[in-house]
């Protein structure tokens, strides 16, 4: 399986609620619910379709990034209907998938202690699924009259469970996007 390469970014929201189809047999596999993020190679490692149920006896399915062909405006297209797995299947991304780590909403600071806001979204690169860079809120107000920020994947940021912690040179990288 070979990854299509496009050099293309896309926002991780946007993925949320795409149709994923098998390539190889036109099988509709489910709807992105979440994706699983693996800090230490800063990716997206697979996509959810379906969380555990409500009395845990349906386990959550998901897609490994790797099995992505494309991902277009309005579907995802993988390998194959055999690309939709049982997460209690897969050790690796089950342990990811157990992570109390959330990306939106989390407060980044740099290691000198300065607030550059609240990481609102990530981008991915839409061959790999690496995360290139993230999406910083500086709040609704200032976000409307300025617009939020972009900044490129700092080398070493830790996304903890409460606050994001980058270098202090992540100060400087932060480029207003409107």
């Known amino acids: 399986m070979k990854t299509q390469t496009t050099g293309t970014t896309r926002k991780g929201k946007d993925l949320l609620g ?6 190889a ?6 709807r992105v619910k979440d994706m699983i993020f693996d800090q230490e190679t800063d990716q997206v490692v697979a996509l959810v379709l379906s ?3 409500l009395f845990g006896l349906i386990d959550a399915q998901i897609v490994p990034w790797h099995q992505v062909r494309s991902v277009g405006s309005d579907v995802i297209l993988v390998e194959s209907s055999e690309s939709k797995l049982r997460l209690q299947d897969d050790e690796c991304m089950r342990d990811l998938a157990n992570r109390e ?50 900044l490129p994947a700092p080398p070493g940021l830790l996304v903890g469970k409460d606050v994001a912690v980058a270098p202090p040179a992540a100060a400087t990288q932060l480029e207003t996007r409107k």
């Open 25 to 30: 047999d036109g099988t509709q596999l489910g």
């Open 101 to 150: 780590t959330s990306l939106s909403g989390t407060q980044i600071i740099t290691t000198e202690g300065q607030h550059l806001g609240t990481l609102a979204d990530m981008c991915i690169d839409e061959a790999s699924g690496r995360v290139v860079g993230y999406e910083v809120s500086g709040g609704f107000v200032t976000d409307t009259l300025r617009g939020k920020k972009f």
């Open 18 to 23: 795409l149709m994923v189809v098998g390539h």
């Open 51 to 53: 969380d555990k149920d």
